[in-house]
Structures are given as structure tokens and as C-alpha cells.
């Protein structure tokens, strides 16, 4: 269950440049970055609607960021831009290092404060102590239990009298996601903006390459798609951008409940201006 430690050089990996010997050993800009058609379009819509949102929503709005390379540009976007949105994420107690080294650096870059949730303790002790440290392998509803105790309770209180949040969700990451809408609106009225929702994973990169952006360094070890550590491996050649989350799972869908796709009321591809 430890990340792949070599792959094929004729590598399938999602937005991967055609394979050669320096790629497969390098790292995850030298894979993924490129400018491709419509970019500076799609940067400028995000922009747009990043700065529309706070305007609509001012002092209460939040970024809630895996701290992974899409919500990576995200922050920076936000930084850059001295956007009033609110950056904060979830300590769920399985996160990797490497994963938690970011809130320093991004505190110390943009000069932002993180806001940090965690589960609560007690509830933690409680589902541990009832079945087990590694109760997320012994059943979907297990796993999904442990989800529920140290992701969607701290994200209840991130959101908690907040009008909106913001994501990196994407239409790519994954065919439940794949109408994934740029604005919905959920059944208790807050307002999600998804604004990476059309962007491709080598948008991703070559912003991130363009501006110097931070990233997790489990990047540069072939995993896209990043959580707790006990349930996220790297994928290989061939395999799907979310494989490798809860890979022992014969579920199609690779979700925690975070992030529920509903039929949204604002149409998939509609523009925010500015």
C-alpha cells in the first residue's frame, strides 16, 4: 500500500507528456506542465469569477483546500489577487507530512493565515476504540464512517455560518465528476464555486510552473489525487486520476462525501463577470 517506486516509461498517467527516460524520473511539472489551447481564457474566467464571488460574499467566504496542486492555485490566485476569501483546511490526524508542510509555506509565502479544523477528539477516541485503527479497509461503510468523523464534521464547522465555499474540483478528476458545474447552489443555499472546473490537469501544472507555486511533494511521487494517508497510494500506468484513493474498494465513485455532486441550478458553463 506504499507509493509505486518505478514505472513503465511508456507511461499513461492522466495529462502525462509522451513518455521518455528524463520524464519518467523527473517530476511532476516536467510530466503534466503545458500550455494547451484556450489556457489564458480559462485563467481569466477563473479570475473572474474568484473575484466576483468575493465581492457577492465578502467576510463570509472560504477556500477549502486539500492543500493538492489544484487548490495550490487556488491560494495562489487568491494571494495574488488580495481576495477576502478565507483559506482553511481540514487536519483530519492521517494526513502526510508532506502534505501538512504546506501550511507553513503557505502562511510564510502569501502571508495568510490557515484556518485549521480537526475532529473532534473524543469522537475520534470513540470510533477508534469501536473498531480499530484501520477500520477503513474493512468495509465502505467503515471507511465512510472514519470520513465522516475526520472530514465532514470539520468541514460542517469551516462552512458554519459562512454564504460560500470555494473548491478545486474538476470536470476531469473523474466521470462523477464530469458535471461538475463552474457555480451551484446546494439545498441549504450556500454557494459552491468550483472555478478549476474546466481546467485540465496541464492547465493545472503550467500555472503551477509558471508561477512558482508550491505543491505537495507526493506530486512528484505519481499521486494526483492526495488524502489521508492510509487511503491514498500512487496509480500506474493506465489507471484513473482517483485510483488510487480507496483502491480496495470495488465502489466506482472515489468519494468521502465532501464533495456530493448534485444537479446544480446554475447552468454547467456558466461565466461569473466580472
Request: contains cysteine.
Amino acid at each position: 500500500m506504499s507509493a509505486v517506486s518505478s514505472l513503465p516509461l511508456s507511461s499513461a498517467l492522466p495529462g502525462a507528456h509522451p513518455a521518455t527516460a528524463e520524464a519518467a524520473a523527473s517530476n511532476a511539472i516536467s510530466l503534466y506542465a503545458r500550455r494547451t489551447e484556450g489556457y489564458e481564457e480559462r485563467v481569466e474566467a477563473t479570475i473572474a469569477q474568484l473575484r466576483q464571488a468575493a465581492l457577492d460574499h465578502a467576510g463570509s467566504i472560504v477556500q477549502a483546500t486539500s492543500l493538492g496542486a489544484e487548490d495550490m492555485v487556488l491560494t495562489d490566485l487568491i494571494a495574488k489577487l488580495n481576495l477576502p476569501i478565507a483559506i482553511g483546511t481540514l487536519q483530519t490526524g492521517k494526513l502526510h507530512d508532506e502534505t501538512l508542510a504546506l501550511i507553513p509555506e503557505i502562511e510564510q509565502r502569501y502571508g495568510l493565515d490557515v484556518e485549521i479544523y480537526s475532529p473532534r477528539e473524543e469522537a475520534v477516541v470513540h470510533f477508534v476504540r469501536r473498531n480499530g485503527e484501520d477500520a477503513m479497509y474493512q468495509s465502505i461503510e467503515l471507511r465512510k464512517g472514519c470520513c465522516q468523523v475526520r472530514k465532514l464534521e470539520p468541514l460542517a464547522r469551516m462552512l458554519q455560518n459562512r454564504e460560500a465555499w470555494v473548491t478545486g474540483l474538476r470536470r476531469e478528476q473523474s466521470a462523477n465528476r464530469g458535471s461538475v458545474p463552474l457555480r451551484e447552489v446546494e439545498a441549504n443555499g450556500r454557494i459552491k464555486f468550483n472555478p478549476l472546473a474546466d481546467w485540465s490537469w496541464n492547465d493545472i501544472w503550467h500555472y503551477i510552473e509558471s508561477n512558482a507555486v508550491p505543491y505537495n511533494a507526493l506530486h512528484d511521487q505519481f499521486m494526483p489525487s492526495i488524502g489521508c494517508a492510509p487511503c491514498t497510494r500512487a496509480i500506474a500506468v493506465g489507471e484513473e486520476f482517483r485510483a488510487g484513493r480507496w483502491w480496495w474498494e470495488d465502489e466506482a465513485a472515489k468519494e468521502c462525501g465532501l464533495h456530493a455532486v448534485q444537479p446544480s441550478t446554475t447552468n454547467r458553463d456558466e461565466a461569473v463577470a466580472a
